[in-house]
Nanobody
Framework: QVQLVESGGGLVQAGGSLRLSCVASDLTFGNYAMGWFRQAPGKEREFVAAISRSGGSTSYADSVKGRFTISRDNTKNTVYLQMHSLQPEDTAVYYC?????????????????WGQGTQVTVSS
């Protein structure tokens, strides 16, 4: 059974940093593009960042560009999201997801597997 398990969330002050990790099991990790999404209370889940199967291509939402970096280690079945200059509007549950489709995808419906999420709270 495929599992994606996120970790690294927490409470941080505005301007701070966090690094999220997502470990995948029971899937051929290198065959999946990976993405990070987030969902704030009362809002729809939104795209944050994605990375291609090899890690050679990445994509970011405009709201996080220049502050967040997605990366992956295919030897560890792990995808990361390094977050800097966090702001209160970044507060959300952050989810990682895996997509079997070729290329980088930003739509939630194009992802096959999802983790349970990790809470990120940024205080002002």
């Amino acid at each position: 059974q495929v599992q994606l398990v996120e970790s690294g969330g927490g409470l941080v002050q505005a301007g701070g940093s966090l690094r999220l990790s997502c470990v995948a099991s029971d899937l051929t990790f290198g065959n999946y593009a990976m993405g990070w999404f987030r969902q704030a209370p009362g809002k729809e889940r939104e795209f944050v960042a994605a990375i291609s199967r090899s890690g050679g291509s990445t994509s970011y939402a405009d709201s996080v560009k220049g502050r967040f970096t997605i990366s992956r280690d295919n030897t560890k079945n792990t995808v990361y999201l390094q977050m800097h200059s966090l702001q209160p509007e970044d507060t959300a549950v952050y989810y990682c997801a895996a997509s079997s489709r070729v290329g980088i995808r930003t739509l939630t419906r194009l992802y096959d597997y999802w983790g349970q999420g990790t809470q990120v709270t940024v205080s002002s």
